[in-house]
């Protein structure tokens, strides 16, 4: 069962832009974490965000966590054409043993 | 560090045949698993292995075993292939647990299987 569902599935901007993709979920969870994945690559970890934090940030990036939503939000400032690739949140539930849930992911594609 | 290595980067088989997708880490991690990511579907958890020796199944199980050969290696066997195994496999691994949270998970570069 998927646990994250990401929006939008794709979003195209322009270089300079800023890009915001959003993650729901369903369960209580110990920490959320983001992936980048460029085209017939592995994943990249990004960012960890843990339950009782609200934002974090490291570079570009900036990750919020709302728990009485169940959703998180990833930013990514000042796009560059190396930030196309997908997005995807993972989730880490209570009493799942770690095992991470991951969303279906956003493409994103920045023209230069 | 070569990180996390997986083997072969590509495989075509016939309906029936058997594999086995090799996977391994030099990072010293604890954990490891097998996923398949399939076009809109996101990434599904086939095993994971919490420390060697022990094995567990994950969403999607079904048609496929492994073996966490030691710590450093984790194998996923196609026992009779089938068509809907057809899918990209990416093994990984975490760091060691500390205050009951897992950390992040390192990707291997993936495995592109066609059965035909």
Not at chain 1, 57 to 86: F, P, Q, Y
Not at chain 2, 21 to 36: G, K
Not at chain 2, 66 to 77: G, I, P, T, Y
């Amino acid at each position: 069962s998927q646990q994250g569902e990401e929006d939008p599935q794709a979003l195209s901007i322009q270089e300079g832009e800023n890009a915001t993709m959003n993650c729901s979920y369903k369960t209580s969870i110990n920490n959320l974490q983001w992936y980048r994945q460029n085209s017939g690559r592995g994943l990249v970890h990004l960012i960890l965000i843990r339950s009782n934090e609200r934002e974090k940030h490291s570079g570009r990036l900036r990750v919020t966590l709302d728990t009485s939503k169940k959703s998180s939000s990833l930013l990514i400032t000042a796009s560059r054409a190396a930030d196309t690739a997908s997005y995807f949140c993972a989730t880490d539930p209570y009493n799942q043993g770690g095992k991470l849930i991951f969303g279906q992911g956003t493409e994103l594609s920045v023209k230069p | 560090n070569a990180g996390v290595t997986q083997t072969p980067k590509f495989q075509v088989l016939k309906t029936g045949q058997s594999m086995t997708l090799q996977c391994a880490q030099d990072m010293n991690h604890n954990s490891m698993y097998w996923y398949r990511q399939d076009p809109g579907m996101g990434l599904r958890l086939i095993y994971y292995s919490a420390s060697e020796g022990t094995t567990d199944k994950g969403e999607v199980p079904n048609g496929y075993n492994v073996s966490r050969l030691n710590k450093r290696e984790f194998s996923l066997r196609l026992e009779s292939a089938a068509p809907s195994q057809t899918s990209v496999y990416f093994c990984a691994s975490s760091p060691p647990l500390a205050t009951s949270r897992y950390y992040e998970q390192y990707f291997g570069p993936g495995t592109r299987l066609t059965v035909t």
